[in-house]
């Protein structure tokens, strides 16, 4: 009889060593969570989309696995722990890839800026090169201001790019270079009339 | 009793390998892979943006299906029974697939529907463009006509890479910038679209061919919105040319320095034959009506105590695609025909247009109502 009462006690005490002292990995959630935000923060759902999705996919893939073993009497997180510290770690590895990313865009937005300086400083140079005749005199007025224009979409290109949007900027510097090259065809065509009539 | 034993553990193992070979596991089955590749596309065309709610659904279903598979997969090979799981994610896929055609259509709508907004702006950038450049009112319209040209071009870019918030952000610019160029053209050239305003240039106008016929003279009678210089003999054209006018030609001149283009009647007063711009007729700027008007602006004003009226304002030659300070320019050629058939005295009437429906009217009456 004593031996059955210390062989229940003994078992009631594996039962609540299995059941109850599991507890849950609080702490590796949150700092999986962190690291993810650490992720979105520097920029992740810019540079690191694919990333950024592939990491909160395996976040709730941990957390469900931590739901699922919160439910069963003998709760065991070890596999949890390990999806969280998986999440931790490939978040910092994607972290350390956004700066590479964002240089990478950065010297696109700025190469893409340049050209569109370059193309609107050609434009500018030929229309101050072009005969101001009686013929051309119109043409040259409305280029000139349609290159005032551009002058203001440079201004927001810098202003984008010191916002760090450096896909936006990028766009914008690609269109004013169309724009300043369509200028300058312009400008030639107009020299061209002006030779023409010589 | 060892030899039977013995014998007996061999027949147990020899049939368990038996056993274990015969029924060999059978593989997942290949939807389970699909499904999860099908997911990563389906996120990756924007099914989280534009199915939200059906993609939501999908992502728990296709859990539910995983954590059944990973059930499965937790049976000892022999028990295991991948039917259900075949079922199960069959049914994901062909959902994936479902959401897959609802995301395209829904992205081809949105397309369609900015595509639809954008080509409307790109009509209103024609006109008001042409408009600019055929009045020469270019210093300000033209800047915001150039910007929103380039963020038509920005915006092209956003659709081709399936930002459309991006892309309907930037129309809205654009249609900002629009309004912008069309309020500036409109304050420059309201005149154009005042009924009354027409109604005494038709009035001018009538009278000069009036006078034409009645005295059976030359008269020439020049539309500035028209850029037409027509020469009337009897009340008949017996000849039309096409002229430019002053940077600001479209406006009625009222003082020195202006660059616009005088309205009224007046009449030539010297032939000269080699100008600046070569042959040119000389009028009679200012005219009474001018000086009063002058000087009315200058004493409620309208301008400064120095300034000047202004006057040499010719019909000459130089070509009619140039800008002027204000004179109508012909195509030399033409001019020298004008400057052979038109003797001195002759009356000029300079009118804005006689047209009420004008291509301005045309234009900006049909941009924001």
């Known amino acids: 009889m004593k031996n059955l009462m210390k062989l229940s006690v003994l078992g009631l005490l594996v039962v609540f060593l299995f059941s ?23 920029g992740g759902n810019i540079y690191a989309k694919e990333e950024l999705k592939k990491l909160n996919d395996d976040l709730q893939a941990a957390l469900d696995e931590v739901n699922a073993q ?41 190469a893409a800026m340049d050209e ?16 101001k005749g009686k013929g051309t005199k119109a043409d040259i007025e409305a280029m000139k201001a349609d290159l005032a224009g551009l002058e203001s979409a440079l201004n927001e290109v810098q202003a984008a790019i010191d916002a760090e949007d450096y896909f936006g900027a990028k766009d914008k510097a690609l269109s004013i270079k169309e724009k300043a090259a369509a200028i300058s065809e312009q400008v030639k065509a107009a020299i061209e009339k002006v030779k023409g009539r010589k | 009793m060892r030899k039977r034993i013995r014998a007996l553990i061999v027949a147990v ?37 534009y199915a939200a709610e059906e993609y939501e659904r999908y992502r728990e279903d296709l859990k539910a299906a995983r954590r059944f598979y990973e059930r499965e997969e937790l049976k000892i090979g022999f028990f295991r029974d991948y039917r259900r799981v075949k079922e199960e994610f069959s049914k994901i896929l062909a959902e994936g697939e479902r959401i897959r055609s609802l995301v395209e259509s829904r992205k081809v709508s949105q397309q369609n529907e900015i595509r639809k907004f954008l080509e409307e702006l790109y009509s209103r950038f024609e006109l008001l463009n042409s408009l600019s450049l055929e009045l020469s009112q270019r210093s300000f319209a033209r800047n915001q006509l150039s910007q929103a040209d380039v963020i038509l071009r920005e915006t092209e870019r956003l659709l081709e890479k399936e930002e459309y918030d991006e892309a309907r952000a930037r129309v809205k610019t654009v249609e900002y ?111 009474e009506e001018d000086i009063k008007r002058f000087n009315e602006a200058r004493k409620n004003g309208r301008l400064t105590p120095g300034s000047q009226i202004g006057g040499l304002i010719e019909i000459h030659g130089g070509g009619k695609d140039g800008l002027t300070r204000g004179c109508v320019a012909l195509d030399d050629g033409e001019m020298e025909e004008l400057f052979r058939m038109i003797p001195v005295g002759t009356p000029v009437t300079i009118v804005g247009t006689t047209d009420s429906n004008n291509k301005i009217v045309a234009i900006l009456k049909k941009e924001r109502k």
């Not at chain 1, 569109?116 to 005969?131: F, G, H, I, N, Q």
């Not at chain 2, 274990?20 to 099914?47: H, I, M, N």
Request: proline share 4%.
């Open chain 1, 20 to 42: 109850s002292c599991a507890k849950q990995p609080t702490q590796q959630i949150d700092e999986a969570r962190a690291a993810i935000d650490a992720v979105v923060q520097a």
């Open chain 1, 70 to 110: 919160s439910k069963k009497l003998f709760k065991k997180y070890g596999q949890a722990k390990e999806m969280l510290a998986k999440v931790k770690a490939d978040a910092e590895s994607v972290q350390a890839l956004i700066p590479a990313r964002k240089e990478e865009a950065k010297n696109a937005a700025l």
């Open chain 1, 116 to 131: 569109a300086k370059a193309a609107y400083e050609e434009a500018r140079a030929l229309l101050e090169k072009a005969p």
């Open chain 2, 13 to 49: 193992q020899i049939s368990l390998i038996l056993a274990g070979a015969s029924c060999k596991t059978a593989p997942a089955p290949s939807e389970v892979q699909q499904a999860l590749k099908q997911e990563q596309d389906l996120w990756r065309a924007g099914a989280s943006v």
């Open chain 2, 177 to 287: 910038l629009l309004n912008q160029a069309e309020d500036i053209l409109r304050q420059q050239l309201g005149r154009y679209m005042d009924e009354e305003e027409i109604a005494r240039w038709k009035k001018l106008a009538e009278r000069a061919i009036e006078k034409s016929r009645s005295g059976n003279q030359l008269v020439i009678l020049v539309s500035k919105l028209e850029r037409k210089l027509t020469v009337y003999k009897g009340g008949i054209p017996i000849r039309t040319y096409d002229v430019g006018l002053g940077f600001n030609g479209l406006n009625d001149k009222l003082h020195a320095g202006d660059n616009a283009t005088p309205e009224g009647e007046y009449k030539i007063i010297k032939k000269i034959a080699a100008s600046q711009f070569g042959r040119a007729l000389l009028i009679n700027y200012p005219n």
